[in-house]
Nanobody
Framework: QVQLVESGGDLVQPGGSLRLSCAAS????????MGWYRQDPEKSRDVNQR????????????NYADSVKGRFSISTDNAKNTVYLQMNSLKPEDTALYYC???????????????WGQGTQVTVSS
């Protein structure tokens, strides 16, 4: 069984910074593709309506939503099986529940597990 646990969400003023963490635990050989998504729970709780924020693959290639390019940065610490989202120059429209999505390698035969964390709340307000 694999779990993804997010942390780091908080209330921050516009222009501020936060770093979110997503730690993978359980039967893990290595991280494969990892990503961050966000959603306003007051508008929808449909998993299919989560907005893509940033992603990173096993080679370290990254991609970002246009709305966060130049402000957010995704990275991984493979020794800790953790993915981070550094968020700078935060805006009120970045307010959302942030979810970690991950695909991890669970054995030497190439089997993988994919799933979501429980989310961490980011609120940007003065």
């Amino acid at each position: 069984q694999v779990q993804l646990v997010e942390s780091g969400g908080d209330l921050v003023q516009p222009g501020g910074s936060l770093r979110l963490s997503c730690a993978a635990s359980g039967r893990i050989v290595s991280l494969n593709a990892m990503g961050w998504y966000r959603q306003d729970p007051e508008k929808s709780r449909d998993v299919n309506q989560r907005e893509f924020v940033a992603g990173i693959d096993s080679s370290g290639n990254t991609n970002y939503a246009d709305s966060v390019k130049g402000r957010f940065s995704i990275s991984t610490d493979n020794a800790k099986n953790t993915v981070y989202l550094q968020m700078n120059s935060l805006k009120p429209e970045d307010t959302a529940l942030y979810y970690c999505n991950g695909k991890v390698l669970i054995d030497r035969y190439g089997s993988t597990w994919s799933g979501w964390g429980q989310g961490t709340q980011v609120t940007v307000s003065s």
